[in-house]
């Protein structure tokens, strides 16, 4: 699977819009971009995921750059309880059955601030 | 919604001991995995299981360790003689097929003193 980066840590303020970056420049086109998210200790948490289109669920939009290079994972209306971990994970599509792992790197750690 | 469901939620046992955690998948799921976190570092794959066979494990899963699907709900990791170093987070997690969304338990924290 394809190494992702993203920030060590960043901070918004309660109400505004966190725009995290990942960077995935070696990915590959039967790879997806999943995004997790942690808080506290517990278990991760899934929010969203795409291959080339932007997506918008009910928690995030992920918008995925034209060359698939890197994505911004957008929380529009930020708040305390969205303060996690927050992992950028780029998952290859197996078609032979195979079951396909996630690996997790070290994420970006996003303080939701009043 | 469903959800995994993991028991115990924490487990305290000693050094050489057998442990054994459970986790209830999402009942329509195919895929069974497990994953741990030691403290402070990643989220660590250890090993994936489908139609009642190991699909993919780590370096990690050694003969110390192995899953079981005891009958159509449980999927369960057992630990044979724990070590120091097998205190972490432990988590299940199921997806419907082999490259669908992972959902993931609350997890077990598994404390060897």
């Known amino acids: 699977d394809a190494k992702t980066t993203q920030p060590t840590s960043m901070d918004c303020a309660e109400g505004r819009a966190a725009n995290l970056p990942c960077n995935h420049s070696t990915i590959s086109g039967n790879e997806y971009v999943y995004w997790y998210r942690q808080i506290h200790s517990q278990g991760p948490q899934y929010i969203i995921h795409g291959l080339k289109n932007n997506e918008t669920n009910e928690m995030a939009s992920l918008i995925i750059t034209e060359d698939r290079k890197s994505s911004t994972l957008i929380l529009p209306h930020a708040t305390l309880r969205d303060t996690a971990v927050y992992y950028c994970?780029?998952?290859?599509?197996?078609?032979?059955?195979?079951?396909?792992?996630?690996?997790f790197g070290t994420g970006t750690r996003l303080q939701v601030t009043l | 919604e469903p959800e995994v469901t993991q028991t115990p939620s924490h487990q305290v046992t000693q050094m050489g001991q057998e442990v054994i955690l459970r986790c209830v998948p999402i009942s329509n799921h195919l895929y069974f995995y497990w994953y741990r976190q030691i403290l402070g570092q990643k989220v660590e794959f250890l090993v994936s299981?489908?139609?009642?066979?190991?699909?993919?494990k780590s370096e990690i899963f050694d003969d110390q360790f192995s899953v079981e699907r005891p009958d159509g709900s449980n999927f369960t990791l057992k630990i044979r003689s724990t070590k120091l170093e097998d205190s972490a987070m432990y988590f299940c997690a199921s997806s419907q097929g082999n490259t669908d969304t992972q959902y993931f338990g609350p997890g077990t924290r598994l404390t060897v003193l």
């Open positions: 994970i780029v998952r290859a599509y197996l078609n032979t059955g195979t079951a396909s792992k996630l690996t």
């Open positions: 299981f489908y139609n009642n066979e190991i699909s993919e």
